[in-house]
């Protein structure tokens, strides 16, 4: 337990020093794979192992495979997300506007929103079959929800004295909704979107395992298929990978820039 | 000329009325100060008067037209800023006479002389976070001053400062006023805020939930709150202000 509390977070580390944590940690691994080897407590085939992976990557590097299933799934997503965001504002903005029906619909809402978004794959196969659409259908569903539920609490929580301030000074109708409470809305909003693309982002997995498509899930899939245990190790890096870039690159720098601005970060 | 006939306010849940049977007539271009304890409904009858909050039953009438609502004659200043913090000063300022669809070259013009006038014209460009107390609120009086109101409400606007701070922007203020010559309506709970600043002190008594007080301030400005007269006139209200509190409070006595 830190000595003062709460704690106050750590300094970054240096670049190196990432640099140097991942390379021992990957040493490790090797090195407790050739020990697992030597005493038999595993056969060489089902363990991944940093040097099985690499090879993995360079083969499945060759005519691009890996790259187009990164493009398909990420492009995947994309759609999936937007179509989710759209739905999401409308319903959220419902929720916030119609009370009445907000108090009936929330439960019903939140308890969708706790259901594993795989739970829709079979129910998205028996409407769509395997296919595009029911990929997309998957995603929509893991992240539109969560997207409306914060869009309408993040509308709902802003400090009411902008709403007050700025009726005194004649705003109203759309000019109050577009210039005071969208904008003081906004970080919770971004966050709520955050949150939305990493639920879709998992849904979209669950997805893509099932189908056929060109995707990661589908590599992911593939490499159990074939039994090469080093490809599934990749895939699933691969895939937190680009979860990773995707939250910190976008959605992460966008927040921080609206929070400094702000003061607040 | 403002005016409040029979107004009445109560809360829902409550058990008493919050303001009962309100007659008050507000003249244009004077600075009128309402004092009273702490939940006193000071703060509701100024957003009665903002039309933030509609009355239970009475009316208020500015310049003989019934107010139903919020209006951009009737500008509000709290005692936080309520600067928006996603804008700059600049467009902190301009930001009212944006929604009222002034041209712009007029926005700037108009948002530079009172960035001028409360000395935030080098913080222009500064976000709201990057200024003081002090300078929030003068920031948040530029833009009040930039709609040009008939008539400005500000509920405790200089209570969530430090002593010295207070000091300086009362006076700044009151320089203001004498330059505007606008109407002028302050809540405070300082009873030497409210003979520094009005022609007319209003107390508001919780216990009446009405105007148990009303005291002409005959003081010439720039008023000095170390001056005799001064202490005299604060004295004065104070005093009275306690005998009405104390008279209420046997009343009960008597009737309980």
């Known amino acids: 337990m830190p000595k003062k509390w709460p704690a106050r977070p750590g300094k970054k580390a240096p670049w190196w020093g990432y640099l140097f944590f991942y390379m021992l940690l990957i040493g490790l691994w090797q090195l407790l794979y050739m020990l697992g080897v030597s005493l038999e407590w595993w056969k060489p085939y089902a363990f991944p192992n940093p040097a099985g992976v690499w090879q993995s990557l360079l083969s499945l590097s060759r005519d691009w495979n890996l790259l187009r299933a990164i493009l398909y799934s990420l492009s995947r997503a994309a ?13 959220g903005l419902l929720l916030l506007k119609l009370q009445l029906l907000s108090r009936y619909l929330k439960p019903l809402i939140m308890g969708v929103q706790t259901l594993p978004s795989i ?39 802003i400090d009411p004295i902008y709403v007050k301030a ?25 966050s709520g979107l ?7 982002w998992r849904a979209l997995m669950s997805g893509e395992v099932m189908s056929s498509a060109i995707g990661l899930g589908h590599t992911l899939m593939m490499g159990r298929d ?40 | 000329m403002l005016e409040l006939q029979n107004l009445c306010m109560q809360f829902e849940n409550a058990k008493h009325a919050t303001l009962k049977n309100i007659n008050l007539q507000i003249p244009e271009g004077s600075f009128t100060c309402i004092v ?19 009355p239970s039953s009475g009316s208020i009438l500015l310049d003989g037209q019934p107010i139903s609502g919020p209006g951009r004659d009737r500008v509000m200043m709290f005692q936080e800023s309520a600067l928006f913090p996603w804008l700059t000063v600049l467009e902190n300022v301009c930001f009212g006479m944006k929604i009222n669809n002034v041209p712009k070259a007029k926005q700037l013009e108009i948002a530079g002389h009172y960035l001028d006038m409360v000395h935030l014209s080098r913080f222009r460009d ?42 300086l922007l009362r006076e700044e203020l009151a320089q203001i006023w004498q330059q505007t010559k606008k109407t002028i309506i ?48 604060r004295q004065d209200i104070l005093y009275q202000v306690r005998n009405e509190v104390e008279k209420i409070e046997h009343a009960e006595e008597m009737a309980g």
């Open chain 1, 79 to 91: 759609l999936g997300f937007l179509l989710a965001c759209l739905i999401g504002a409308v319903l």
């Open chain 2, 126 to 167: 500064y976000r709201v976070h990057e200024l003081s107390g002090g300078m929030k609120q003068r920031a948040a009086l530029a833009r009040a001053l930039c709609m040009d109101s008939k008539i400005l409400l500000m509920d405790e606007p200089f209570s969530a400062l430090d002593k010295q701070t207070t000091n």
């Open chain 1, 119 to 157: 739970c829709w794959v079979p129910f998205a196969i028996l409407w769509f079959g395997l296919n595009q659409q029911a990929i997309l259908f998957v995603v929509v569903m893991g992240s539109a929800f969560s997207i409306a539920l914060a869009v309408e609490s993040g509308m709902r929580n």
């Open chain 1, 226 to 265: 074939l039994a090469d245990i080093n490809q599934v190790m990749l895939v699933m890096i691969v895939i937190i990978l680009v979860g990773v870039a995707i939250d910190k690159g976008v959605f992460s720098s966008i927040e921080e820039r609206v929070l400094r601005q702000r003061g607040l970060a």
């Open chain 1, 194 to 200: 955050r949150q939305g693309w990493s639920f879709g």
């Open chain 2, 186 to 233: 302050l809540i405070t709970h300082s009873v030497e805020e409210a003979v520094f600043f009005a022609d007319r002190v209003l107390f508001l008594s919780e216990e009446t939930a009405n105007i148990a007080g009303e005291y002409v301030i005959d003081l010439p400005r720039p008023r000095h709150i170390e001056s005799p007269e001064f202490i005299r006139y």
């Open chain 2, 36 to 54: 009273g304890a702490s939940g006193c409904g000071k703060s509701t009858l100024l957003n009665l008067i903002a039309g933030l909050t509609l």
């Open chain 1, 166 to 190: 700025a009726r005194t000074m004649g705003a109203s109708g759309s000019k109050l909704i577009f210039r005071v409470i969208f904008p003081a809305a906004l970080p919770n909003l971004l």
